[in-house]
């Protein structure tokens, strides 16, 4: 199995940009796809965007598309989403999760079901 910490988290004003990782200890992180989510207070648990297990397969929710980037060091085992033009609706906590690659279906980037393994989060707020 594996191990996930996020961290880089913070307080950014709005139109700012932060990039959170998520370090991964364990089984090799190439052996898992990975997934962030967020879950705003209030609010339920949102998809905010995948990656392939090799990184070059990447899906984004539509909120956040053209403005987050995901990215992945398979070598360094992290993986990186790179959030920019932030606004105060992308206030939330950002989850990573894994999920392995064996039974893994891509078509299911999207559902927080398909990860098996989750950090425990790192707080964003976004003022205006």
């Known amino acids: 199995q594996v191990h996930l910490v996020e961290s880089g988290g913070g307080l950014v004003q709005a139109g700012g940009s932060l990039r959170l990782s998520c370090a991964a200890s364990?089984?090799?992180?190439?052996?898992?796809?990975m997934g962030w989510f967020r879950r705003a207070p209030g609010k339920e648990q949102e998809f905010v965007a995948a990656?392939?297990?090799?990184?070059?397969?990447?899906y984004y929710a539509d909120s956040v598309q053209g403005r987050f980037t995901i990215s992945r060091d398979n070598a360094n085992n992290t993986g990186y989403p790179q959030m920019n033009r932030l606004n105060p609706a992308d206030t939330a906590v950002y989850f990573c999760?894994?999920?392995?690659?064996?039974?893994?279906?891509?078509?299911?980037?999207?559902?927080?079901?398909?990860?098996?393994?989750w950090g425990q989060g790192t707080q964003v707020t976004v003022s205006s």
């Open positions: 999760a894994a999920a392995s690659i064996t039974g893994y279906r891509s078509t299911n980037y999207y559902r927080p079901s398909e990860y098996s393994y």
């Open positions: 990656s392939s297990w090799s990184g070059r397969s990447t």
């Open positions: 364990g089984r090799p992180f190439s052996n898992y796809a």
